[in-house]
């Protein structure tokens, strides 16, 4: 493992300079750049050459070719993900791209032959290799990168895979349409597949985690195998369908791209493929974005402002579409971006593509890191199945609306709407999304956040978290550093504070009472906090009792010692700094009276200590570490 100083130089492609990254990254990149140069050639003469080579409606093909390539995730990615936890993923690798080798020999005999049958063979064959490859890139990416590093490395991943769409789509438009011979795209396909094989030779060996695994040949049952084994964890499965419905929702929109920009807007093939760079260059910023944003920590706060962005750019593409008028001819680039409302149908397209990057590149993350190392690759494999599914349903669905007479506009008006009610389903599903993103955006709206050695917060396993009190808006703060979610115990006034009591309620904070005010609540919420304790979960108190009005800490209370009598587990001091003064807190009278006391964008800092052993933790014991990390700076 590299040093996380020099990673942080270097910045986030310092990654790519490093054999346990920089040869999976080409490997993956000339892979991507292979299968769109040939799917995008294909669409685009099927598209604008549909009489040559067929009498179906180019749409209809453009969805059949997109359902194609990738149905073979959905047949095989059980297989596939056996395969990756039992043999060494770089071994796997090579014999990925030596079948992409042999795809694109058949695809040469399919144009000799003049043939769409064995095109579509060819182009179902790169979707079979694709599912064979796919489990390998992304369950290797944890054994060969630091956690620190995972954010980094999928962003990287995920922009790489979308400019090399980028790349290859153009490619495949202007072979497509250079009045070449067709033979010459099956051939530039040969050429990149061999470049690719010698990249995947550089890769280091990832060993496997499961060596002994007995291979089930049968790909239904082990299909739903897999599928249990991501359902074993309820934020990893439904990462998983926010994942799937994300490939459905951009695999839908991108299968339009030649229709939209033939007959919506008027355009020539190059129109088709500025289309497609405008959203794969979005989805690629919006990618490398991520790492920048979340402080290269996996922050499943981003999910929901991407999700946000898809819905509101798709309903605004849709719209922009339907107000343009009815093309009488045929535009090239130059003459079409005259046009009136063109360039609000590239910025939706962009803008599309960067919040698509702010939604996927977290929650392949968040599955990487969340999944049983020995059964990653067939979580993966089980994502992949779940995409296919999703992919082809929404394939077929998007061609039997076209078919029935639906307009492109309208499809894109209704995924848009679909988008934003599988987003509210999820996210009342899982409350953390929803949290992370309020803790997100209040500790980038209002403050600048510094962290140092929250990396002691455990990302698995029971802990009591302790910290300073000094503001309403502590354990936001705290839940938009943790990896985890944490269970905080508070005053039950505090617990009811309107507004920010929706967070309180849904990160599940376990609110208390004094026992001369209430025994009974006090009773119920140190037995909530054994509960949760016994089931591995993170609890957070702040042992002051109150929220400061000093800005000093108050002696921290006996609460802890019988917590830890009964659950002696890890204590994790964490300290804020800088809060005292804000709006949440109560210098100079009751808090949240006095707005914009210190502006936007003030700093604040949480700082961590190694986690102290139960049997050290006093109360006493930990306000001197609590006190000592804070320091001077309130």
């Known amino acids: 493992m590299s040093n996380n100083k020099e990673n942080s130089r270097g910045g986030q492609f310092q990654l790519l300079r490093t054999r346990r990254f920089g040869p999976l990254f080409l490997t993956q990149f000339l892979g991507a750049f292979n299968d769109n140069l040939f799917k995008n050639a294909l669409v685009v003469l099927i598209t604008f050459q549909s009489a040559q080579w067929t009498t ?25 993900g056996q395969l990756a936890d039992k043999y060494d993923k770089a071994l796997l690798a090579r014999l990925t791209k030596l079948l992409e080798v042999g795809i694109m020999i058949f695809a040469i005999a399919g144009f000799l032959l003049h043939s769409l049958v064995l095109l579509l063979g060819a182009l179902f064959l790169l979707g079979l290799q694709s599912t064979f490859f ?10 060969h990168l630091q956690e620190t590093e995972l ?28 009045g070449l011979d067709p033979l010459w795209i099956a051939l530039a396909g040969l050429g990149v597949a061999v470049v690719g094989y010698a990249a995947s030779r550089g890769i280091p060996p990832a060993p496997a985690p499961a060596p002994q695994l007995v291979v089930n040949p049968n790909p ?29 929702y951009g695999a839908l929109f991108l299968a339009q791209m030649p229709a939209f920009g033939k007959n919506i807007l008027g355009g020539s093939e190059a129109v088709v493929t500025l289309l497609l760079a405008v959203f794969t260059v979005g989805i690629g910023a919006g990618s490398l974005l991520c790492e920048r944003m979340s402080a290269r920590t996996v922050e499943i706060g981003l999910v929901p402002l991407g999700s946000i962005g898809l819905t509101v750019f798709g309903l605004d593409l849709a719209l922009a579409a339907l107000a343009l008028p009815v093309p009488t001819e045929t535009l090239g680039v130059g ?23 702010f939604f996927i590149v977290p929650l392949y993350a968040l599955v990487q890191l969340r999944s049983a190392a020995e059964q990653r690759a067939r979580i993966i494999a089980a994502n992949n ?6 992919m082809v349903v929404g394939a077929g669905a998007a061609a039997g609306m076209l078919g029935a007479g639906l307009s492109i506009p309208i499809l894109f008006a209704v995924a848009a709407v679909c988008n934003a009610a599988v987003a509210i389903y999820i996210y009342g599903l899982v409350p953390e999304f929803l949290l992370r993103f309020i803790a997100w955006m209040l500790v980038h709206a209002v403050y600048r956040l510094k962290q140092r050695g929250v990396e002691h917060i455990p990302h698995e ?26 269970r905080f115990v508070m005053d039950h006034r505090i617990f009811r504070t309107p507004i920010i009591s929706f967070v309180f309620r849904h990160s599940r904070a376990i609110p208390i009472a004094p026992a001369k005010e209430d025994p009974e609540m006090m009773e119920r919420a140190f037995a909530e906090v054994s509960r949760a304790l016994d089931e591995g979960e993170l609890v957070g108190i702040f042992p002051e009792g109150v929220i400061t009005d000093t800005g000093d800490l108050y002696p921290f209370r006996p609460g802890v010692t019988r917590i830890l009598q009964r659950n002696p587990v890890p204590v994790v001091p964490l300290a804020l700094q800088g809060l005292w003064g804000s709006f949440f807190s109560r210098k100079d ?22 986690p102290v052993s139960p049997d050290q933790a006093t109360p006493e014991h930990l306000q001197q570490i609590v006190g000592q990390l804070r320091g001077d700076w309130r």
């Open 56 to 80: 179906l409606r180019p749409e209809i093909l453009a969805n059949l070719a997109a359902g194609l390539f990738i149905l073979p995730f959905f047949l095989f990615s059980a297989t596939a």
């Open 134 to 143: 796919g489990p390998v890139k992304y369950a290797i990416l944890p054994q």
């Open 151 to 178: 954010i980094g490395g999928n962003a990287q991943i995920e922009a790489g895979t979308f400019v090399a769409i980028l790349v290859g789509t153009l490619a495949g438009g202007l072979l497509a349409g250079a």
């Open 220 to 248: 239904f049952t082990e299909t739903w195998r897999n599928i249990g084994f991501a359902r074993q964890n309820r934020t990893v499965f439904l990462s998983i369908l926010g994942i799937s419905w994300f490939w459905l």
């Open 335 to 357: 003459a079409l971006l005259t046009q009136p409302g063109v360039w609000r149908i590239l910025a939706d397209l962009l803008l599309l593509g960067l919040f698509g990057g």
């Open 385 to 390: 199945i779940l995409n296919a599914l999703f």
């Open 461 to 486: 396993g029971a802990a009591l978290i302790v910290c300073n009190h000094v503001s309403f808006v502590d354990p936001v703060i705290l839940m938009g550093v943790s990896p985890r979610p944490i």
């Open 589 to 610: 009278g009751p808090a949240m009276t006095r707005p914009f006391r210190r502006g936007f964008f003030s700093k604040i800092a949480v700082v961590g200590a190694p």
